[in-house]
């Protein structure tokens, strides 16, 4: 439920954040109706193809010389074929060395090399290359630019020293020999910066795999993006944190890759494509491993909020496989307080304006359905396998969000009470259980939500934030008396659906079940006005044991069946009731739904401020 949270807080952005559970064990074994078709891309031309043998060539150059990861990207603004940047690693220094085919003599040709990082901005067309001495304490800012003819043209730079001056000021700036003030430096950065901004020469690993799928020969995206996941597995700490997506934003009928490497404020999600039969990155949006997309507006939002800062930007992403910028914006709203010395300050577009504007401009684009890009499925070795099979758990469109101005919902002074008790002491009030192992009680989560569709909102605890021993989710609700009570107790992996059906996976999966998820069903009793275990969904998954695997019930052919009991004491296979096929279990789980979709619940973190205390 974590991964929606960071949507909402960077969406909203001056609301509470919020979350939604919204995988479920049921939607793993789908496939989108897009992915049923093997989709090929384009022929790429004669030029292209001419281009990835020069940088084949190229990259097993460098590789013997340290290289260890590249990107190929247009830095040149639709000017001939992707510039290749490889870092190589020289010691503690990366050096980044861009390339260019050149069409005349069939070669790479080195443009340039720079230590450390250098970054590409897609609204300004520039590379920018930044540096910062030592022994003078002078910041250097380069900006430079791909000309026509193939060379790397300088458009100036900025500097500025964070030396106190004799008289005290706390810096002085640059543009390049002229002195000019604060604001004009932030200025002529805030313009050579525009638009999505990426760090080049780290997309890839310099695999022989790899390579072959960036350099047009990937054949179908199923497998380009299949082989660049796996590439990214053995990076991940911990599978579960980390996730992809895969959706066709740009409608040109191959869908793009929503990479997540793992669930942290600093983790955006990579944006992955085809383009002249070759995989490319396009660079990382949002943060917290989820970015918002649009629809409706065919808007991919990219935003961060900390310290009180909040900004981002929405983008389009164009048939060439180009992200341009749509709308930018900016705010120190949560910096601003007496001691903090701050000016409120709100911007649209680099420019200043006032709170309404500021709110209404975000809510043109964002008060609209969108889907939460990042962890449709777990980067796990079996739904990297289904995707390679076109296989994959498509993309739920999420309801709009929480305007902009709206932070906490409307607590009941008996909630209040519940979730006071809990901060406090630990306690989840009307049970015994006491949480002893969450080091911050705040990074748990809370919403005020009508989940059994009753007409009056629960209160709804989830403590993930402690020993798997503890976490647990409580669902509180107010009869028609105004009388508080526990309506269910369950493991914290929950899909909620519109008809007040939950789906709660276990806690661990260690049976036969293999890729699925095994998962309680619960249905809400309106006389006890409280959820009743309804069923237990279990299933044997041939490739974790194959003795014995009852192919003949397996019509289908998947390799998988399944076992509906009536309670979850059966625990699924070993409880001797008869499996089914896939297409009993699916039919089975549409009667169940009977329409209903999965809903989205914000959350917010259990702080002293999101209760009101």
């Not at 479920?24 to 789908?30: M, Y």
């Not at 950065?189 to 960036?214: C, Q």
């Not at 649209?348 to 504007?357: K, L, R």
Request: hydrophobic residues 30%; glycine residues 10%.
């Amino acid at each position: 439920m974590k991964k929606f949270i960071a949507i909402i807080c960077l969406t909203a952005m001056l609301t509470g954040c919020g979350s939604v559970e919204k995988s479920s064990s049921s939607e793993q074994e789908k496939s989108s109706e897009a992915a049923s078709e093997e989709i090929t891309t384009e022929e790429p031309s004669a030029e292209i193809i001419g281009m990835g043998e020069a940088y084949r060539y190229t990259l097993e150059q460098l590789r013997s010389e340290g290289a260890e990861s590249f990107s190929l990207c247009d830095l040149t603004g639709g000017i001939g074929p992707e510039v290749l940047a490889v870092r190589v690693k020289d010691g503690d220094i990366n050096r980044i060395k861009l390339y260019q085919y050149q069409q005349d003599t069939g070669e790479s040709k080195l443009l340039g090399t720079f230590d450390n990082y250098i970054s590409y901005a897609a609204g300004s067309k520039l590379i920018i290359y930044g540096r910062y001495d030592n022994y003078t304490e002078v910041e250097t800012t380069d900006f430079m630019h791909i000309s026509e003819d193939g060379e790397l043209v300088s458009d100036g730079d900025l500097r500025r020293t964070y030396k106190e001056t004799e008289d005290g000021a706390s810096g002085q700036f640059w543009k390049g020999e002229d002195t000019v003030t604060e604001n004009e430096y932030n200025s002529v950065m805030s313009k050579n910066s525009a638009g999505p901004l990426r760090d080049v020469g780290n997309d890839f690993k310099l695999e022989d795999d790899i390579i072959d799928m960036v350099l047009g020969e990937s054949g179908t995206w199923q497998k380009a993006y299949s082989t660049y996941l796996n590439e990214c597995l053995p990076d991940v700490d911990d599978a579960d944190n980390a996730g992809f997506s895969v959706l066709d934003i740009n409608g040109d009928d191959v869908p793009e890759l929503f990479y997540a490497p793992g669930y942290y404020h600093i983790s955006p999600v990579k944006v992955l494509t085809i383009k002249d039969g070759g995989l490319r990155c396009l660079g990382g949006f949002g943060s917290y491993g989820s970015v918002a997309y649009y629809p409706d507006t065919n808007e991919l939002l990219s935003s961060n909020t900390g310290m009180g800062y909040t900004s981002g930007a929405y983008f389009t992403l164009d048939s060439n496989g180009t992200f341009k910028q749509v709308m930018s914006f900016s705010d120190n709203a949560g910096a601003v307080y007496p001691e903090s010395g701050e000016v409120l300050r709100y911007e649209i577009n680099g420019q200043a304006v006032d709170e309404n504007t500021y709110k209404d401009t975000i809510d043109i684009h964002s008060d609209k359905s969108f889907y939460s890009l990042g962890s449709d499925d777990r980067l796990k070795e079996e739904n990297i396998k289904a995707l390679a099979e076109g296989k994959y758990s498509a993309p739920v469109l999420q309801d709009k969000i929480v305007p902009v101005g709206d932070n906490t919902p409307e607590i009941s002074d008996k909630y209040k009470s519940i979730l006071s008790k809990f901060y406090y002491s630990c306690q989840l009030d009307l049970t015994d259980m006491e949480i002893t192992g969450s080091e911050n009680i705040s990074d748990n989560t809370f919403s005020v939500y009508d989940i059994d569709c009753d007409g009056r909102d629960e209160l709804i605890i989830n403590v993930t934030s402690t020993s798997m021993a503890e976490m647990v989710t409580v669902i509180y609700g107010e009869d028609a008396a105004g009388e508080v009570k526990v309506e269910l107790v369950t493991a914290p992996n929950l899909t909620v659906y519109s008809n007040g059906i939950i789906e709660a996976g276990v806690m661990h999966n260690q049976g036969l079940a293999g890729r699925f998820w095994p998962y309680t069903v619960f249905t809400h009793n309106g006389d006890k006005d409280e959820y009743e275990s309804y069923m237990y969904v279990d299933a044997w998954d041939k490739t974790v044991s194959p003795d014995q695997f009852p192919s003949e019930i397996d019509t289908s052919g998947t390799g998988i069946v399944y076992y509906i009991t009536s309670s979850e004491a059966g625990q699924g296979s070993a409880s001797g009731s008869a499996p089914v096929d896939i297409t009993d279990y699916e039919k089975w789980h549409k009667d169940l739904l009977a329409g209903a979709e999965p809903v989205n619940i914000p959350e917010w973190n259990i702080t002293e401020e999101n209760i009101g205390l």
